[in-house]
Nanobody, 123 residues
Framework: QVQLVESGGGLVQAGGSLRLSCAASKRTFIIYNMAWFRQAPGKERDIVATITRSGESTYYTDSVKGRFTISRDNAKNTVYLQMNSLKPEDTAVYHC????????????????WGQGTQVTVSS
């Protein structure tokens, strides 16, 4: 089992930047495919980005392409989400997720989840 802890959320003005981190408890972090999801009030949990074990392959939902970057440091057991040019519609609780298998954009398929970190973008 792996525990995931997100950090880095906060309040930022539109156009600003934040970097989210997700630290994993296991030293075998490299075997997990990772993802960031977000959930706004009253909405479903939606995919933001995914990254494979080695970091070679990434995926972004259309609304964040060119603004967000997912990366991972396997030596630090951490996955990151760099968010630039933030918009009010990016406001949500951001969760990281992990699974041994690549699960793509389907939230229900991921086995391990962090508790989330709030990102609020003011206009």
């Amino acid at each position: 089992q792996v525990q995931l802890v997100e950090s880095g959320g906060g309040l930022v003005q539109a156009g600003g930047s934040l970097r989210l981190s997700c630290a994993a408890s296991k030293r075998t972090f490299i075997i997990y495919n990772m993802a960031w999801f977000r959930q706004a009030p009253g909405k479903e949990r939606d995919i933001v980005a995914t990254i494979t074990r080695s970091g070679e392959s990434t995926y972004y939902t259309d609304s964040v392409k060119g603004r967000f970057t997912i990366s991972r440091d396997n030596a630090k057991n951490t996955v990151y989400l760099q968010m630039n040019s933030l918009k009010p519609e990016d406001t949500a609780v951001y969760h990281c997720a992990a699974d041994l298998n690549y699960r793509g954009a389907t939230a229900a398929s991921y086995r391990y989840w962090g508790q989330g970190t709030q990102v609020t973008v003011s206009s």
